[in-house]
Every structure is written in structure tokens, then in C-alpha cells.
T-cell receptor, first 112, second 115 residues
Framework: DAKTTQPPSMDCAEGRAANLPCNHS???????VYWYRQIHSQGPQYIIH???NNETNEMASLIITEDRKSSTLILPHATLRDTAVYYC?????????????FGKGTSLLVTP | GAGVSQSPRYKVAKRGQDVALRCDPI?????LFWYQQALGQGPEFLTY????????KSGLPSDRFFAERPEGSVSTLKIQRTQQEDSAVYLC?????????????FGQGTRLTVV
């Protein structure tokens, strides 16, 4: 199963873009990259996912390198409420379905 | 309610006691997952149900852990003879599809403390 590597923590000033990197050098051709976040004392929340094209939704943008060995999650205008742990995940196949292996994530602190 | 509901939110158990944690998934969701999250760590997969069938239980740490979803809706995670290392937040997630992906919704979890 492909593993991901993320920095343990990052800071970002409110209103600035937060760029969260992730390495997944062992990803295979049909494995998706997912990003979830977990705000303190809550369950994880889906943000975005992609296979090989860049993706954008109302929450964030996902930039995947051409070789698919790394990706970056971009929060274009970070707010204090974006303070959370962000998980970069390669979805894995399990018996008759898929699961998400979360890893330790990046703890993002957005400061005033 | 509209989301995944877990109860109780907090549980304190004496070592050796049995506990049962409940998950009410979103109505109609096919897939249901249990995860365990130790302090400072990411969630770790425990087990997966598709309707009432438990299709994967490879993440259950020991035979003291047992999960069921008898009617394909509500699920219960039972831990027998609890030990201190079982202290963690237990998260439940449901999805309308097979497996976990974009439409997965997590509950707030049950924080279990074994004393």
C-alpha cells in the first residue's frame, strides 16, 4: 500500500494561502489521493480528492505533480477556523471495498 | 438527525470491564467503518461492513474486539475485558457507496478511557 509523508506542523497567517505538501512516491497508477481534515474533538471531514489532474472545489485546490509522487493542498485564504490536522491519504483496496489509511497528518495553525 | 451519531460521547471503564459503543449511520448508507484514534495519532482502520455483512475485520487489534451490524443499519463495537491500551477515540463512518471515499461522513466519536 502506498504511504504518505507530511510535515508534522505548519503555520499560516490568516488571509494568506496555506500550502500543505504531501509525498506519496510509491503510489500506483490507479490509486487516488484524498485529503481530509480533523478539527479538534470532531470526526474527519472530506476536503478533496484527485487521481492525476489538478482539482478545485469550494474548500480547496489540489495540485498533483505529473509523476504523481507528490501533491499540494492549497487553502487559498486561510481563516482561523481552518486550524486543524490535515491528512493526505492514498485510498487502499480492502475486501470488497476501499478504506482510508490516515497517517499522522499535518497540524496547521492559522494565526491572526 | 442528518449526520452519523455515536453514543456515548464519553465512556470511562474500569480495567476488565466490557463496553459497547453504538453507531447510528446516515439512513440508507451501505458502508459502515470503525476506526480507532489514539491520542496524537491519525485514525486507524478497524473493520468494515457492507450492509449487514462484515467484509473486513483485519484491523481489529485482538479477539477482545467484536463488531456487529445485524440489520444493516445501527452498528455496535464491543470490547471485552478492557485494558488501558484500549483508551482511544472510536470513530464510526458511513458511506452510501461501497467503501470509503468522497461521500464518507464521520461521527464525532466515542472517547473511551480505561482506568
Amino acid at each position: 500500500d502506498a504511504k504518505t509523508t507530511q510535515p508534522p506542523s505548519m503555520d499560516c497567517a490568516e488571509g494568506r494561502a496555506a500550502n500543505l505538501p504531501c509525498n506519496h512516491s510509491t503510489i500506483s497508477g490507479n490509486e487516488y489521493v484524498y485529503w481530509y481534515r480533523q478539527i479538534h474533538s470532531q470526526g474527519p471531514q472530506y476536503i478533496i480528492h484527485g487521481l492525476k489532474n489538478n482539482e478545485t472545489n469550494e474548500m480547496a485546490s489540489l495540485i498533483i505533480t505529473e509523476d504523481r509522487k507528490s501533491s499540494t493542498l492549497i487553502l487559498p485564504h486561510a481563516t482561523l477556523r481552518d486550524t486543524a490536522v490535515y491528512y493526505c491519504i492514498v485510498r487502499v483496496a480492502i475486501n470488497s471495498g476501499y478504506a482510508l489509511n490516515f497517517g499522522k497528518g499535518t497540524s496547521l495553525l492559522v494565526t491572526p | 438527525g442528518a449526520g452519523v451519531s455515536q453514543s456515548p460521547r464519553y465512556k470511562v471503564a474500569k480495567r476488565g470491564q466490557d463496553v459497547a459503543l453504538r453507531c447510528d449511520p446516515i439512513s440508507g448508507h451501505v458502508s459502515l467503518f470503525w476506526y480507532q484514534q489514539a491520542l496524537g495519532q491519525g485514525p486507524e482502520f478497524l473493520t468494515y461492513f457492507q450492509n449487514e455483512a462484515q467484509l473486513d475485520k483485519s484491523g481489529l487489534p485482538s479477539d477482545r474486539f467484536f463488531a456487529e451490524r445485524p440489520e444493516g443499519s445501527v452498528s455496535t463495537l464491543k470490547i471485552q475485558r478492557t485494558q488501558q491500551e484500549d483508551s482511544a477515540v472510536y470513530l464510526c463512518a458511513s458511506s452510501p457507496n461501497e467503501g470509503l471515499g468522497t461521500e464518507a461522513f464521520f461521527g464525532q466519536g466515542t472517547r473511551l478511557t480505561v482506568v
